[in-house]
């Protein structure tokens, strides 16, 4: 028996609970913070591989089997995923170790970003709907925790807000999943997927109004288009590292929570049935357009990258509703692709905002000379952002336009470079004005020591390996993708 | 007459619905912050008594090991809403702890009153 | 491994390598740096060039790196029309790099400058020697994102102004290219450049990815009505980054139409939608109105930059009119306006350099004090009217007689046409240089153009007069070829 | 200020209130209750007991370090347990051939459940204190998942 | 009969929430909603659930109402 799939939460658990223990010394605790990351990267690299060489990975808590029993499920997906998960987290632990503090209580911030990454991991392994529900609440009760562990009044107000609506669509998911448990008596997904092929054409309106429920409790936690509104604030006002982990892992984490009981647990013939491929293309194109506006108009630059993030979910959600084989890897590399980009923008951001002390991207002129690594990395991040080739962003953008084109929708590849040239408006006069121009630097400032580049230059170079080598990762993605669509 | 007969033996699915509504309704629209998180308990309650419900239904015995019962409801649903009682105390006291800190910045626990002071302070 | 250690594979990757080097050891001194630089583009041109008895005699070098962005993947390949577009490519820059080390002595950031530079020759390499439309594309991109920065390298505010249009302008031609290719992928399952092309299936998505390319080379080639970043960017640049972005990197666009035309879309389905005449229609006002707004500009460079503008449309001409002969004279086209408008815009960069007079009002008399220059000027100036026996008369020699087959008699009037107001906007330039005065009070300064700046303007002068002279004439020959291998499969 | 009756009824009260909670605790494999109940019957009598004595001269509250813990051993303890079936190369939190599981109805049964659900009670009691005297004195944020 | 008790029952627990979202007396407000949790977990015990009836006694009735009881204590009794 493979022990990879719990091991890989349970050390962060662990992990989670010892360092509170150890705020008093502050070293110790860092250094446990950071094995519990690598160890459970570890596991989660080595169980990667072994699905993509052996196929899915069950594993069954105290031998109990399903359906009484807790079921973990690593499938092509799940160990993407968490893949996902644990190579993004390593660099940003390593900045929250090394970086200039940003709150008062290092430990119990170790602690929470430890909770968050178990939570997160639970949510995409879990093989039934009770762990997933109780992961998706840790995840969110950590998730609002490292917005407000910054103190100050704004990042108390928007995590407050965050909870309230978090709460919202907590209840919903809650109630959607008892309503699936009212329809088949079983909260183990295999099973209940099972039963509902036989039930669901009894039980015609419990399923929609399941359906519905779970669309909206996971719309307002993955930030998809009309339910997004708190995320830029929330986003915008945590702190760095906490801004990294949420807009480059907690929303797509429960994305993929999303598409896993949408597409595998729900089914895909219920999926295609009902009139949700249009409502999904539409709110995502809605996404793009609206998010990539809105990021235009803002002057702050962490609340531009927030708007920004709410129009890249909306691409991950343009694949899901294309539903092509290539239009779902395009959204699966996305989930990847954007997690590197969009945590190298932020803590790149974050660095910015650290050394220069202001937040206003009207600021930033010139400042490129003046700290030039640091708005490389930026640089690095945008061009991936904008989907120049030979930089993530690209390769999604690809796959997510041929997709489109797979399945006739000429439409949506062109709002794919609408939407591009959206994010070239708001990206490109950054970079340009920081490194161009005769206006001289208003504010004072310098790259940080190099252990605070490091995170940056990782990811920054990841961006660019994935942008030339998705084939990495690809035959993952293919599996997953095949997974979604039978 | 078809209809009460429905309704009486769904009492307790309409019950919590019905809890539910006024729970969300305090939530969403209730301007005292710590209102909001007594609907969002309201809210959780009737879940949790919609899911225990369904499990009357189909059950029947509680799951304890007791002679010459053989086959036992799932305990799977239980333990959710469990959890799920743990969970919402949780909640409850990470939203309350962010309430006191929002009165000691605000002073007030109207929600319209401090998007009033934001806004004035941004305009 | 031993992919990579070809000389073809060297010529496209050694620049990239190089701009790291660069920006390494520039740190250390500043003739490592200029030497690397001259060296990139010298190195590049003389490994191109050993394959150049290989490719005239028929043979075809490819290479393939499937595994480098799947679906699509990279790949090279040599054949006539890369060979030529590589040489051209990569001498012109090397003379360039030999003039700016001299010309770049007084501008400032030379540190970003450099990298830079050898960054967009990486890209302008790959795109000339790319084997399929993402290669092409991907090359494509990494020479217009790097070429920004050498258009704004004076950061003036109009500087920063045109690159921001230059920019904008990129983007929306990078994303027409990418929205084409993948509809011709989507189409056929191959974005590769097939001799005789593949696509015969008209259609929506056709039409629209054609509308993709035209859009996206236009934007690049200066094509009326989306030239409008070109008269800006190419004044504002330093001006060895005019020489290369008049004289090189426009022709990216026009090579890529060709290949598009011919490698990818069948001639057929050209003829068929009729996007022969959309392309002639272009191309007849490109002509007219670049050289039209031309003789209306005073500051020299803009009025190379709308020259450049009329001098594309013969280009577009010699393909949209989808005959052997006048590709040819499309194809030699390329090489003859890159060595012309290069040798323009270098002179032009030495008066200014030495004397700082952009308006072509003030060059009364320059022509006696920088003599040689002048020649250089007049020579290129001259070929660029059509005076034979100089290049610029080959091609539109050829071109000429490529439209009388067609019976386009339009077509020849308006080449003609076209030299005259050629002739309208240089002549006075040159008689002015030569016989006009000085402004009142202007003391005469005797200064000649450095030797590492006139002697790059003398070759590019000799290839002029001497290329159509000599018999066997290379380029000709190659463009020859290359018409022929593109029209094989008619 | 101190309050007799307060102070009397309390004392009488807060052992009866442990005692109950205990059992709640320790019975969970048996009857209704375990580690959630028991634990914040448990932390609720230590709560009344720190708002009951938070004006008498002695000390009147439960140090945060103790409730820490108490919180963080306790999710520990159940970890390490869970831990145990892979050590024994069964699978994780298994529950066979570890501990004896002695015959089901009486109190020392049920294997490793006790442990566990001491684990669980320990967590929960130390939480409901944490939480409740951060509420009232840090007014702070903290990590309120059990 | 037993069926009464629980009609009557789910009608105080309306009631309850109703008065919960009506009161402006926050403290009224956390006491009646102790009455509703302790109501509710009498309910699961109906129903056959008695060990989430015991911790929602426990942590619904009891801790939550502390807390809230202490959250009010911190700021303000009565809405504005």
């Known amino acids: 028996m493979v022990h990879a799939p719990v091991l890989i939460v349970v050390t962060l658990l662990l992990a989670a609970f010892i360092v509170p223990l150890l705020y008093r010394k502050l070293p110790v605790a860092q250094v446990v913070f950071l094995l519990g990351i690598v160890i459970s990267s570890i596991f989660s690299i080595r169980m990667a591989f072994l699905v993509l060489r052996e196929g899915t990975l069950t594993y069954y808590l105290g031998g109990w089997l399903p359906p009484y029993g807790i079921e973990v499920v690593a499938d092509a997906f799940g160990a993407y995923a968490s893949l996902v998960l644990a190579l993004i987290s390593l660099p940003i632990s390593y900045f929250v170790v090394f970086a200039p503090k940003e709150v008062n209580t290092p430990a119990r911030y170790m602690a929470l970003i430890l909770l968050l990454m178990a939570a997160m991991q639970g949510m995409v392994l879990a093989g039934d709907l009770f762990n997933l529900f109780v992961f998706i609440e840790i995840c969110s009760l950590s998730a609002i925790a490292i917005i407000a562990v910054k103190g100050t009044r704004d990042s108390i107000e928007a995590s407050f807000r965050y ?89 797509k984490a429960y994305l993929v929570a999303f598409i896993r009981i949408m597409y595998m647990v729900i089914g895909t013939e219920l999926f295609v049935a009902l009139p949700l491929r249009p409502i999904l293309l539409i709110l995502a194109a809605c996404a793009m357009l609206v998010g990539s506006t809105f990021a235009i108009v803002q002057n702050n630059i962490k609340r531009m990258l927030a708007y920004s993030t709410v129009a890249q979910m909306g691409y991950i959600v343009l694949g899901l509703g294309l539903f092509s084989q290539r239009a779902l890897e395009g959204s699966i590399l996305h989930i990847l692709n954007h997690a590197i980009t969009k945590s190298l923008l932020f803590l790149a951001a974050g660095v910015i905002i650290k050394q220069t002390g202001t937040n206003r991207l009207s600021d930033l002129k ?33 796959y997510l336009a041929l997709g489109a084109l797979d399945i006739g929708q000429i439409i949506f590849a062109a709002l794919i470079l609408v939407s591009s040239l959206l994010n070239a408006t708001y990206y490109f006069p950054i970079v340009v004005n920081a490194f161009f121009g005769q206006t001289e630097a208003t504010h004072q400032g310098s790259d940080p020591r190099k252990s605070v580049m490091a995170p940056l230059a990782v990811f920054a170079l990841a961006v660019v390996f994935m942008g030339l080598f998705p084939s990495v990762v690809m035959p993952l993605v293919r599996q997953a993708a095949g997974l979604l669509q039978p | 007459m078809a209809i009460i007969e429905k309704l009486s033996t769904n009492l307790y699915y309409l019950v919590a619905i019905i809890l539910f509504i006024i729970g969300f309704h305090t939530m969403l629209t209730h301007n005292n912050l710590i209102k909001k998180i007594m609907g969002m308990n309201i809210m959780d309650t009737s879940l949790f008594l919609f899911f225990v419900s369904i499990g009357y239904r189909r059950g029947g015995i509680a799951p304890i090991i007791k002679e010459g019962i053989v086959e036992y409801v799932n305990p799977v649903p239980s333990a959710l809403i469990l959890t799920g009682i743990v969970i919402s105390l949780s909640f409850t006291a990470f939203a309350l702890g962010l309430v006191i800190l929002l009165y000691k910045h605000y002073g007030t626990l109207d929600a319209d009153k401090i998007i009033a002071m934001r806004s004035r302070e941004i305009g | 491994m031993d992919r990579f250690l070809n000389p073809m594979a060297l010529a496209v990757f050694l620049p990239l390598l190089l701009a790291v080097a660069i920006y390494i050891l520039e740190q250390r001194s500043w003739r490592i740096r200029n030497g690397l630089a001259v060296a990139s583009a010298g190195i590049s041109f003389i490994l191109l060039a050993t394959y150049l008895g290989d490719v005239r005699s028929g043979a075809v070098i490819v290479l393939e790196l499937p595994n480098v962005l799947p679906p699509l993947g990279l790949s090279f390949r040599l054949d006539y029309l890369s060979m030529l577009g590589g040489l051209v490519v990569t001498g012109v820059w090397f003379l360039v790099s030999v003039y700016a080390t001299e010309y770049m002595i ?15 020759l990486a890209g302008a390499v790959g795109v000339m020697l790319s084997a399929d439309l993402f290669t092409f594309f991907l090359f494509f991109e990494l020479m217009s994102l790097s070429a920004y920065v050498l258009v704004v390298h004076e950061e003036s505010p109009e500087a920063m102004r045109a690159g921001y249009k230059y920019l904008i302008m990129t983007i929306i031609g990078g994303l027409a290219l990418f929205f084409s290719i993948i509809a011709v992928y989507e189409m056929s399952g191959s974005v590769a450049f097939v001799p005789g092309g593949y696509l015969t299936q008209g259609g929506l998505l056709a039409n629209l990815a054609f509308i993709g390319f035209l859009v996206g080379f236009g934007i690049k080639a200066g094509i009326v009505p989306f030239h409008v970043w070109l008269p800006e960017a190419h004044p504002v640049a330093p001006s060895p980054a005019s020489a290369l972005l008049s004289g090189v990197m426009l022709k990216t666009g026009v090579i890529g139409l060709i290949r598009v035309t011919h490698q990818v879309f069948t001639i057929d389905l050209v003829r068929n939608s009729n996007w022969n005449t959309v392309m002639l229609v272009f191309a007849s006002v490109t002509i007219v109105l670049g050289s039209a707004v031309a003789i209306t500009e005073d500051d020299i460079k803009r009025r190379l930059a709308y020259s450049s503008i009329g001098q594309m449309g013969y280009i577009l001409l010699g393909i949209g009119l989808l005959q052997e002969r006048a590709m040819v004279g499309a194809i030699f086209h390329i090489f003859a306006h890159a060595v012309m408008k290069s040798a323009l815009f270098l002179t032009a960069g030495a008066v200014i350099y030495r004397k700082g007079k952009r308006s072509v009002k003030d060059w009364g008399g320059i022509g006696r004090e920088m003599f040689p220059t002048m020649v250089v000027f007049t020579i290129a100036a001259l070929s660029m009217i059509g005076i034979p026996p100089l290049i610029g008369f080959v091609s539109k020699w050829e071109l000429s007689l490529g439209a009388l087959d067609n019976r386009g008699y339009a077509f020849v009037g308006l080449l003609l046409l076209s030299s005259l107001m050629n002739f309208v906007y240089y002549f006075p330039i040159i008689q002015n240089a030569f016989f006009g005065n000085r402004k009142h009070g202007e003391k005469a300064l005797n200064i000649e153009a450095a030797p590492a700046m006139l002697v790059p303007m003398i070759v590019l002068a000799c290839f002029i007069v001497f290329t159509a002279l000599v018999p066997g004439n290379f380029a000709l020959d190659l463009a020859r070829k290359a018409a022929a291998q593109l029209f094989l499969y008619k | 200020m101190t309050d007799m009756v307060l102070e009397t009824v309390a004392r009488i009260i807060i052992p009866f209130i442990q005692l109950f909670g205990a059992y709640v605790l320790m019975h969970g494999h048996l009857t209704p209750g375990g580690g959630f109940s028991g634990g914040t019957i448990i932390g609720a009598s230590l709560i009344l007991y720190s708002m009951v004595f938070r004006f008498s001269p002695r000390k009147h509250r439960i140090e945060h370090d103790t409730s820490l813990l108490f919180e963080a051993g306790g999710a520990i303890l159940y970890i390490l347990m869970g831990l145990l079936g892979i050590l024994f190369s069964k699978s994780f939190l298994t529950n066979r051939g570890i501990f004896p599981l002695g015959v089901p109805g009486e109190l020392i049964s049920g294997g490793m459940i006790v442990v566990i659900t001491l684990g669980i009670g320990m967590k929960v009691a130390g939480t409901v204190i944490t939480l409740f005297q951060e509420l009232l004195e840090g007014g702070g944020e903290h990590h309120g998942h059990n | 009969m037993l069926a009464l008790i629980n009609l009557l029952l789910l009608l105080f627990l309306i009631t309850c929430a109703i008065i919960v979202a009506r009161t402006r007396d926050l403290l009224s407000a956390v006491i009646v909603f102790g009455a509703y949790s302790m109501g509710m977990a009498i309910i699961w015990q109906q129903l056959h659930s008695p060990d989430i009836a015991i911790t929602e006694a426990a942590i619904g009735a009891g801790a939550t109402s502390l807390l809230f009881l202490a959250a009010i204590s911190r700021t303000r009794r009565y809405e504005e």
């Open chain 1, 163 to 251: 909870l309230v609506l978090s709460a919202l669509g907590s209840g919903g998911i809650l109630f959607a999943i008892a309503l699936i448990f009212m329809i088949t008596g079983h909260l183990n997904m295999g099973y209940v997927r099972e039963s509902l092929a036989v039930t669901a054409s009894l039980y015609p309106l419990n399923i929609l109004t399941a359906l519905a429920f779970i669309f909206v409790g996971f719309s307002v936690k993955a930030a998809i288009f009309p339910l997004h509104v708190w995320l830029p604030e929330a986003h915008s006002n945590a702190p760095t590292a906490s801004s990294a982990l949420l807009s480059g892992l907690v929303v």
């Open chain 1, 366 to 398: 010139g400042m490129g000379r003046k700290m030039p690594f640091t708005f490389a990395a930026f640089t690095v991040g945008s061009l991936s952002m904008v989907g120049i080739p030979g930089f993530a962003g690209f390769v999604s953008k690809l």
């Open chain 3, 106 to 120: 007084k501008e400032h950031a030379k540190k970003r400058f450099y990298p830079f530079l050898v960054l967009t």
